[in-house]
């Protein structure tokens, strides 16, 4: 059973900066595509951010427009790992943030638990 492994979360002032990183925790385990969602209270998960690991479109992300030009995705495939670098950080990006991956072959979603991310004013 392949876990994500989070970390990097907390507390940051507005306009401070946090890093994210995932790992998966096989090294067998192949994806197609990392990223992140987050769930503010009493709100959906959304998209934050993901890149394709593999293929011809390997590299290739799709980054949600709340978070553009202040938070950047990026990628180690030998460690099976994904970032994310958060800048210039707001309130409103309060919320838990949640890894994901699709498995390369099974198209199976697996998700972490979680890590919170609070941006204080």
């Known amino acids: 059973q392949v876990q994500l492994v989070e970390s990097g979360g907390g507390l940051v002032q507005a306009g401070g900066s946090l890093r994210l990183s995932c790992a998966a925790s096989?090294?067998?385990?192949?994806?197609?595509?990392m990223g992140w969602y987050r769930q503010a209270p009493g709100k959906q998960r959304d998209l934050v951010a993901t890149?394709?690991?593999?293929?011809?479109?390997?590299?290739?992300?799709n980054v949600a427009d709340s978070v553009k030009g202040r938070f950047t995705i990026s990628r180690d495939n030998a460690k099976n790992t994904v970032y994310l670098e958060m800048n210039s950080l707001k309130p409103e990006d309060t919320a838990v943030y949640y890894c994901?991956?699709?498995?390369?072959?099974?198209?199976?979603?697996?998700w972490g638990k979680g890590t919170p991310v609070t941006v204080s004013s």
């Open positions: 994901y991956a699709q498995g390369q072959y099974s198209k199976i979603d697996y």
């Open positions: 096989t090294s067998i385990f192949r994806a197609n595509v």
């Open positions: 890149i394709t690991m593999t293929g011809a479109r390997s590299g290739s992300t």
